[in-house]
């Protein structure tokens, strides 16, 4: 599948679940949901920060299953170009 997703939405409640962690941890973390959210890399974690992952994936992986079924609404209602309504 093509996957090219060029923004996405970060949730205050992710912020919330690294927000106390180490600085090497967090940063892996966030690193982590920009790769998964962006490219749909699947993230290589550290204890903790699979922990963190743990609440943060669920609405991620959420969010992505929305955006897809956007976009290939979006791609069917293009293909119909600029047709009547009528």
Known sequence: MDFNRECF????GWYNAVATLDNDV????????MRKALF???PSLSVA???AMAFIEP??????DKWLMVREKRKESGKKGG????
Not at 26 to 33: F, G, H, K, P, S
Not at 59 to 64: G, K, M, N
């Open 83 to 86: 047709l009547a309504k009528a």
């Open 9 to 12: 939405t970060f949730h205050a």
């Open 59 to 64: 609405q991620l992986e959420q969010d992505t």
């Open 26 to 33: 967090r940063l892996e973390v966030y690193d982590a949901i």
């Open 49 to 51: 920060g699979r922990i």
């Open 40 to 42: 749909n890399e699947p």
